[in-house]
C-alpha cells in the first residue's frame, strides 16, 4: 500500500474507532457525569502540540519563501488582492445561505414552549460554569465591532516581529514575512543566498510535517473519543437537533455544492478530484477541530498532492488560515438568529443584513483555534441588540450563547473542515492565476 494511502486508512480509522468508542463511553456514563478529559488531554500532546509547534515557523518560510518565488510586486499585489477578494466573497455566500436556511427552517421557533424554556435555563447554567466563555464575552462586548477592528489593524501593523512569533500572531508574521520577501525579490543576487537559506528550511518543514503525519491517527483518535464522548451522537435528535442539522446542512451545501463549483469555474478543475487529493488535510482539519493547527498539513498536502504551486499556496494558504472562515461565517449566522429565535425575539430583514455582514467580520477575526466562533459570536449579537434597542425590542442576553455551548465541538470540527477546504479551493484558484513553480523549485504536477 502507498503512504499516503495507509495514512489516510489509518486517519479514518482512528476517526471510526474513535466516534464508536466516544459513543460507548458516553453511553456508559451515570447520570450527570463527563467523560475524562485525559482524552483530549492525549490527543493534545500526542497532535495538537507537535502541530502548533509547527505553524509558527511555517507561516513565515512559507510566505517568504511564496512572495520571493512571485517576485514582481504587481504580480504580488494582484495575487494578494484576488486572494483576498475570494475570501471574502466566499465568506459572504456562506453566510447568506446560513441565514436564509435559518430563516426558512426556523429551528427555534419550531420548538415546544416547554423545550424553549428549558434551553433556555439549561443554557443559563452552562454560561454560569464557563468562565471562559464569560471572560471572552466580556472582552469582546466591551471592545464592540470597532475595538475588534482596530485589534486587527494593530496585528497588520506590528511593532516587534519576535512579540508577535513569541504570541503566535500569525497575522503580524505574514505582515513582515511578506514585506522581507518582497525585499529579498528586489535584492537581486544580494538576495539570492538568504532566498536559497529560507528554500531549504521551508523544505525541511515539510519533512517534519511528514513526520508529524504519521501521529494523526492516533491524536485523531484519542480528540474525537473525548469529544463524542462528551456529547454524545444522540444530541443530533434532541431538542437542539433542528439547529444542528441546520448548521451541518449549510455546511454541507457550501462544501460540496457551492465551493466545487466556484473552484470548477474559477480553477478550471475537477473539484470533487481536487477534494479527494487534499482529504489528509480536510480529515486533520476535523479531528483537531483547528484550521490554524493544520495549516502545516494542508500546506505540504496541496503542494504535494493537490497539484497546487507553491507559489500560491505559500502565500494563500497562512493567510487563508488566518482570515478565511466559511464554515464559522456561516455558522456563526444559523447560530445567532438561531438564538434570537428561541428566545422569541423577532428579526427584520435588516437586522438580518446586520446579521450577514457582522458574522462575516466576526469569522475574519475569529482565530483558527477551538471555539474561536462560539466567542466571536458575541459580536454578531452585540450588533443586532443595539439595532433592537433602536426599535425598542428587548435584548438578547449574552448568556443565551450557553445554549449552544455543549454541543459547539462537533459542529466546530465540522466548520473547521469547511474552513480548511474554502482555503484550499483559494489556493488551486491563485496556481492557475500565478502560473506553474519554475522547474527548480520542484514544480508540482498540476493534479487538475
Ligand atoms: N475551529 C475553527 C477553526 O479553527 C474556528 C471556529 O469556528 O471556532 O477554523
Redesign the pocket.
Known amino acids: 500500500m502507498k503512504k499516503d494511502t495507509l495514512i489516510t486508512v489509518l486517519i479514518l480509522a482512528g476517526l471510526i474507532a474513535g466516534v464508536i468508542l466516544g459513543q460507548i463511553l458516553h453511553m456508559g456514563l451515570a447520570e450527570g457525569a463527563t467523560v475524562n478529559s485525559i482524552w483530549m488531554d492525549l490527543g493534545d500532546i500526542v497532535l495538537i502540540r507537535p502541530l502548533k509547534l509547527m505553524v509558527i515557523p511555517l507561516v513565515f518560510l512559507s510566505v517568504v519563501v511564496g512572495v520571493t518565488s512571485i517576485g514582481d510586486p504587481s504580480k504580488l499585489g494582484l495575487v494578494g488582492g484576488s486572494t483576498l477578494a475570494y475570501y471574502l466573497a466566499t465568506m459572504l455566500l456562506a453566510v447568506i445561505l446560513g441565514t436564509a436556511l435559518v430563516a426558512t427552517i426556523r429551528p427555534g421557533d419550531t420548538l415546544t414552549p416547554e423545550q424553549q424554556v428549558e434551553l433556555r435555563s439549561q443554557g443559563e447554567v452552562e454560561y454560569g460554569e464557563q468562565t471562559k466563555i464569560q471572560t471572552a464575552s466580556s472582552e469582546a462586548e466591551s471592545r464592540g465591532l470597532g475595538g475588534a477592528w482596530f485589534s486587527i489593524l494593530e496585528q497588520v501593523i506590528p511593532t516587534n516581529f519576535f512579540k508577535e512569533l513569541a504570541q503566535g500572531r500569525t497575522l503580524g508574521v505574514i505582515v513582515f514575512a511578506l514585506l522581507l520577501g518582497l525585499a529579498l525579490a528586489a535584492s537581486g543576487s544580494t538576495g539570492q543566498p538568504a532566498i536559497e537559506v529560507f528554500n531549504s528550511l521551508f523544505q525541511a518543514m515539510m519533512k517534519l510535517v511528514l513526520w508529524i503525519l504519521w501521529l494523526t491517527p492516533a491524536g485523531v483518535f484519542f480528540l474525537v473519543t473525548g469529544t463524542v464522548g462528551r456529547i454524545g451522537l444522540e444530541s443530533l435528535y434532541g431538542p437542539l437537533g433542528g439547529y444542528m442539522t441546520t448548521v451541518l446542512l449549510g455546511l454541507g451545501i457550501h462544501g460540496l455544492i457551492v465551493l466545487p463549483l466556484i473552484l470548477w469555474l474559477l480553477g478550471g478543475t475537477n473539484p470533487y478530484r481536487f477534494m479527494f487529493r487534499m482529504r489528509k488535510a480536510l480529515l486533520t482539519a476535523f479531528g483537531t ?4 493547527a493544520t495549516l502545516p498539513v494542508t500546506i505540504e498536502t496541496a503542494i504535494d498532492e493537490g497539484g497546487c504551486s507553491k507559489r500560491s499556496a505559500n502565500f494563500v494558504l497562512p493567510l487563508g488560515a488566518t482570515v478565511n ?1 466559511d ?2 461565517a456561516l ?1 456563526e449566522a444559523v447560530a445567532v438568529v438561531f438564538l434570537f429565535q428561541l428566545y422569541g425575539i423577532q428579526l427584520e430583514f435588516a437586522e438580518l443584513i446586520i446579521v450577514v455582514i457582522t458574522a462575516t467580520l466576526a469569522a475574519i477575526g ?1 482565530a ?7 466567542i466571536t459570536m458575541v459580536i454578531v449579537i452585540g450588533a443586532v441588540n443595539t439595532s433592537l434597542s433602536g426599535r425598542g425590542v428587548e435584548a438578547l442576553p449574552l448568556s443565551a450563547v450557553g445554549v449552544i455551548y455543549g454541543v459547539d465541538r462537533i459542529l ?1 470540527m465540522c ?2 473542515v469547511v ?1 480548511v477546504w474554502g482555503d484550499a479551493t483559494g489556493a488551486k484558484i491563485m496556481t492557475r492565476l500565478t502560473g506553474k513553480d519554475d522547474a527548480s523549485e520542484d514544480a508540482a504536477v498540476d493534479a487538475g
Open positions: 477541530d483547528s484550521s490554524s472562515m464554515g464559522t455558522y475569529a483558527g483555534i477551538p471555539s474561536a466562533g462560539l466546530d466548520r473547521t474552513n
